[in-house]
């Protein structure tokens, strides 16, 4: 396909990265990129770290300088809302009537923060962290908070809530972190390493509540949140309420044009959908596994790497998204690196110091990792400031090859020397 | 703003006034420069912005970190003596002119 218009809906990660490999995969014909916020590819990672903490500018969050995108002949469209797509017509009908007529259609269109049905919740400084503005609003409120000395309450102990914290703490503020779970990060850590995050909060002065029930955010007669209330009767104030109770993928648009979607859009491991001429990339799609399960994932490295296949697929050349899923949060000094898929370990393995009971853990020299096996088969292994055992876990699952729990434990025994060469 | 060129590994050449304190990650990835990924936003945390610094940038740079030796050890491309991360490296009126090279492959 040298020729024709190929739309992508959505100017993120998996939207530019599907544009750019499409060029570099030699098709020549017209590329517009549609994104519906004001902004043009930034990077989302660092909203809830580097950018939030003031550490990096605005200028410094962008992916691609839009002049650099038009030299590659992609139109990028920004504040621009697709309202419908029609398969039949090969065309997408924009907010305002508009159509655009493509030859390929690719959704990259994302995900939407949840919210929970709570009174208070529609509060101005109640705010999910998903896009740039909503990290500057955050930014501007933990400001206020600064200087009014009051706490930063955050409901849910996930990713994006526990870098907020950390980050607010960083800044010196009071931080309360709400969980519903009996411990953080339940989706995607084993207890040890939850106990650890937990106690690792803790040691920075997080008031983290766990099996939180909350009954209501009270608004004040301005109309802003200003405690959260819970069931047990207990208050706690606060001058910001961060909403970090995961996404929902966008999968709508997909759905109401009769794609098959499951919390997302169903993809094959090429990307493609049911469509011939449509393909999806990104934290919106749902992916079908050989077992006939769906895979979800919300990352960087889903993103690009679904980008490249929507690109190959849309060029005639389809191949599989197979690498090992690795995904990272930065929390204070502690990165931490997941390779693999750990849900469903039956037993563990620790590589390095843990760094003992709380308190003690926040020591700057702690690192390790602890590895997952699955009947004796290694299936993820989670890394704090190891970046080594991280990309040498990634090579290991990459190339199927195990170490035992025993050899994964010693820190004498070279892992590397399991990877194959070449 | 120090000027500096980041040569590819196809031999394309571009050179780009950095404004100081930005990464050399952030400035390529940002003007097109292809052989820079930078996947992670430069949190380093996934290796694909492997340079290859020449004498006046490494006189002017600080040892990498541990993180970054960490991910330098596996690197895609070959690791050479000069081999840095990109996204760890702040632009500095000092680096005025000088050259970064990259390899061919960041995964």
Same mark, same amino acid.
Request: hydrophobic fraction near 45%; charge should be negative; charged fraction near 20%.
């Given at each position: 396909?040298?020729? =024709?218009?190929?739309?992508?809906?959505?100017?993120?990660?998996?939207?530019? +990265?599907?544009?750019?490999?499409?060029?570099?995969?030699?098709?020549? =014909?017209?590329?517009?990129?549609?994104?519906?916020?004001?902004?043009?590819?930034?990077?989302?990672?660092?909203?809830?770290?580097?950018?939030?903490?003031?550490?990096?500018?605005?200028?410094?969050?962008?992916?691609?300088?839009?002049?650099?995108?038009?030299?590659?002949?992609?139109?990028?469209?920004?504040?621009?809302?697709?309202?419908?797509?029609?398969?039949?017509?090969? +065309?997408?009908?924009?907010?305002?009537?508009?159509?655009? !007529?493509?030859? =390929?259609?690719?959704?990259?269109?994302?995900?939407?923060?949840?919210?929970?049905?709570?009174?208070?919740?529609?509060?101005?400084?109640?705010?999910?962290?998903?896009?740039?503005?909503?990290?500057?609003?955050? !930014?501007?409120?933990?400001?206020?908070?600064?200087?009014? *000395?009051?706490?930063?309450?955050?409901?849910?102990?996930? %990713?994006?809530?526990?870098?907020?914290a950390a980050t607010a703490r960083k800044k010196g503020l009071a931080v309360t972190v709400l969980e519903a779970a009996p411990r953080l990060l339940g989706r995607v850590l084993a207890p040890l390493l939850s106990d650890w995050y937990a106690a690792l909060h803790r040691a920075h002065g997080v008031n983290l509540v766990l099996d939180a029930r909350i009954a209501a955010i009270e608004t004040d007669a301005t109309?802003?949140?200003?405690?959260?209330?819970?069931?047990?009767? *207990?208050?706690?104030? &606060?001058?910001?309420?961060?909403?970090?109770?995961?996404?929902?993928?966008?999968?709508?648009?997909?759905?109401?044009?009769?794609?098959? &979607?499951?919390?997302?859009?169903?993809? #094959? #491991?090429?990307?493609?959908?049911? #469509?011939?001429?449509?393909?999806?990339?990104?934290?919106?799609?749902?992916?079908?596994?050989?077992?006939?399960?769906?895979?979800?994932?919300?990352?960087? +490295?889903?993103?690009?790497?679904?980008?490249?296949?929507?690109?190959?697929?849309?060029?005639?050349?389809?191949?599989? %998204?197979?690498?090992?899923?690795? %995904?990272?949060?930065?929390?204070?000094?502690?990165?931490?690196?997941?390779?693999?898929?750990?849900?469903?370990?039956?037993?563990?393995?620790?590589?390095?110091?843990?760094?003992? #009971?709380? =308190?003690?853990?926040?020591?700057?020299?702690?690192?390790? *990792?602890?590895?997952? %096996?699955?009947?004796?088969?290694?299936?993820?292994?989670?890394?704090?400031?190891?970046?080594?055992?991280?990309?040498?876990?990634?090579?290991?699952?990459?190339?199927?090859?195990?170490?035992?729990?025993?050899?994964?434990?010693?820190?004498?025994?070279?892992?590397?020397?399991?990877?194959?060469?070449? | 703003?120090p000027t500096i060129t980041f040569i590819e590994a196809n031999g394309q050449s571009t050179s780009i006034d950095v404004q100081e304190g930005w990464s050399l990650m952030q400035a390529a990835t940002a003007n097109g420069v292809e052989g820079i990924l930078g996947e992670c936003g430069g949190s380093c945390a996934c290796a694909t912005c492997h340079c290859y610094v020449d004498d006046l940038m490494a006189k002017?740079?600080?040892?990498?970190?541990?993180?970054?030796?960490?991910?330098?050890?596996?690197?895609?491309?070959?690791?050479?003596?000069?081999?840095?991360?990109?996204?760890?490296?702040?632009?500095?009126?000092?680096?005025?002119?000088?050259?970064?090279?990259?390899?061919?492959?960041?995964?």
């Open positions: 396909m040298d020729s =024709g218009h190929i739309v992508i809906v959505g100017a993120g990660q998996a939207g530019t +990265q599907t544009a750019e490999a499409l060029r570099s995969g030699g098709f020549t =014909g017209a590329i517009t990129m549609l994104g519906d916020e004001p902004h043009g590819p930034y990077h989302r990672p660092p909203l809830s770290k580097a950018w939030l903490a003031g550490d990096i500018g605005e200028a410094q969050l962008v992916m691609r300088a839009p002049e650099m995108l038009a030299k590659k002949g992609i139109t990028l469209r920004t504040g621009v809302k697709v309202e419908a797509i029609d398969r039949a017509a090969q +065309q997408v009908r924009l907010a305002g009537g508009e159509t655009l !007529a493509y030859t =390929g259609l690719v959704l990259a269109t994302g995900s939407t923060p949840r919210s929970l049905p709570l009174p208070g919740i529609t509060a101005p400084n109640v705010l999910p962290l998903r896009s740039k503005d909503d990290a500057s609003a955050i !930014a501007a409120r933990l400001v206020r908070c600064a200087e009014k *000395s009051l706490p930063v309450l955050v409901i849910g102990g996930g %990713f994006i809530g526990l870098e907020v109309g802003e949140a200003c405690a959260v209330q819970m069931a047990d009767g *207990s208050r706690h104030p &606060c001058g910001l309420v961060v909403l970090g109770v995961g996404v929902a993928a966008n999968d709508q648009l997909a759905a109401a044009a009769g794609l098959a &979607c499951d919390r997302g859009i169903v993809v #094959d #491991d090429c990307t493609r959908t049911a #469509d011939p001429l449509i393909v999806a990339a990104g934290d919106c799609t749902a992916r079908q596994l050989a077992d006939g399960g769906l895979l979800r994932l919300e990352s960087v +490295q889903n993103a690009t790497e679904q980008g490249k296949c929507a690109a190959a697929a849309l060029l005639g050349q389809p191949r599989p %998204f197979t690498a090992t899923p690795w %995904f990272w949060s930065d929390q204070y000094d502690k990165k931490l690196q997941m390779a693999g898929l750990s849900g469903g370990a039956d037993a563990w393995a620790v590589r390095g110091d843990m760094g003992g #009971d709380v =308190g003690s853990n926040t020591a700057a020299g702690t690192t390790f *990792s602890i590895y997952h %096996f699955r009947a004796g088969t290694l299936i993820g292994v989670d890394s704090v400031n190891a970046a080594k055992d991280h990309l040498q876990a990634r090579k290991l699952l990459d190339a199927g090859v195990s170490p035992t729990p025993e050899q994964a434990a010693d820190a004498a025994f070279d892992l590397g020397s399991l990877i194959p060469k070449g | 703003m002017v740079l600080a040892a990498p970190s541990q993180g970054e030796l960490d991910m330098l050890d596996n690197v895609a491309d070959e690791r050479r003596p000069n081999s840095r991360l990109a996204c760890q490296i702040k632009a500095s009126a000092a680096m005025d002119g000088a050259t970064v090279r990259l390899p061919a492959t960041q995964e």
